[in-house]
Nanobody, 117 residues
Framework: QVQLVESGGGLVQAGGSLRLSCAAS????????MGWYRQPPGNQRELVAT???????NYADSVKGRFTISRDNTKNTVSLQMSSLKPEDTAVYYC???????????WGKGTLVTVSS
């Protein structure tokens, strides 16, 4: 069973930067895809960015050019560097591990990011 713990959320002004980190325990496979999702207030959870163990990334159009996802396979961590933040980036951000070979998703408890205008 994979456990995920996020850190780094908080309050930031529009235009500012924030870095989220996620530590995974319980064993991460090279075939696992790691990523970040977010759930804005009153809305459904949505994809932010994902990354494979070989570094292939995928970003939501709304964050392209502003957010960067990275992964450390030796430490089983995934990070999200967020820059040029906008009020619409306000959301609870969730760390995710997708184990495609078994069709399994693991989720962290989430960390709140609030961007003030």
């Amino acid at each position: 069973q994979v456990q995920l713990v996020e850190s780094g959320g908080g309050l930031v002004q529009a235009g500012g930067s924030l870095r989220l980190s996620c530590a995974a325990s319980g064993g991460i496979y090279n075939s696992d895809r790691m990523g970040w999702y977010r759930q804005p207030p009153g809305n459904q959870r949505e994809l932010v960015a994902t990354i494979t163990s070989w570094g292939s990334t995928n970003y939501a159009d709304s964050v392209k050019g502003r957010f960067t996802i990275s992964r450390d396979n030796t430490k089983n961590t995934v990070s999200l560097q967020m820059s040029s933040l906008k009020p619409e980036d306000t959301a609870v951000y969730y760390c995710n591990v997708y184990r495609g070979n078994f069709g399994m998703d693991f989720w962290g408890k989430g960390t709140l990011v609030t961007v003030s205008s």
